[in-house]
């Protein structure tokens, strides 16, 4: 007798179908595999940008800490007197006009000039050094003023390092007691 092979009950090729649906599958799931690395490679060299200017900053804020140490230590009366100070020393708190970059271009040549910290090349535009100032901020709350005595007082330490054409840009701000 002959049969007659009904279409239903024919299974020729299913062996290859599931192969190309595994296939498929297997392919869809490396290409997000791939997607995903290539997200946190990105990921990844942002946050090394980041790290790297933040420590910019952060050593020039150390920078400006050990330079006032120094100070104090070595020539307190310098502190004492507006007049004396550092160059890169201000007497009164100046939090909100620092946070402006023009503030730390005093020559208006696009170059930051207050407290440089030159620990890398400053004769590559593309990695510029970091800045730092102190603002006088007034005398430590608790603390004991006597005239001719030493009085621990409340100094701020603002860092920045901003390299042009580049989002980098991070600004630190540190408080620092020092007596004097």
Do not use: C
């Not at 952060?58 to 550092?86: C, F, H, I, K």
């Not at 030159?118 to 901020?137: I, K, T």
């Not at 430590?140 to 701020?156: K, N, S, Y």
């Amino acid at each position: 007798m002959n049969h007659i092979l009904s279409p239903l009950n024919n299974e020729n090729g299913a062996a290859l179908f599931v192969a190309v649906l595994v296939m498929l599958i297997a392919t869809m799931v490396g290409y997000f595999a791939i997607q995903n690395t290539n997200i946190e490679m990105q990921i990844a060299g942002n946050q090394r940008v980041y790290q790297r200017a933040f420590y910019r900053a952060d050593a020039a804020a150390m920078e400006g800490a050990q330079r006032l140490y120094n100070v104090a230590t070595n020539n307190p009366e310098n502190l004492r007197e507006p007049s004396l100070y550092p160059p890169w020393m201000y007497g009164a708190p100046l939090t909100s006009s620092l946070e402006d970059i023009n503030q730390w271009d005093t020559n208006n040549d696009g170059v930051l000039e207050l407290g440089v910290y030159s620990d890398v090349d400053p004769n590559d535009p593309a990695d510029p050094n970091p800045a730092f100032a102190v603002a006088y901020q007034g005398i430590a709350p608790g603390a004991q003023w006597e005239l001719g005595e030493p009085t621990m007082r409340v100094l701020a330490i603002f860092s920045l390092y901003d390299p042009q054409n580049s989002p980098e840009q991070v600004f630190l701000t540190t408080g620092f007691l020092v007596k004097y």
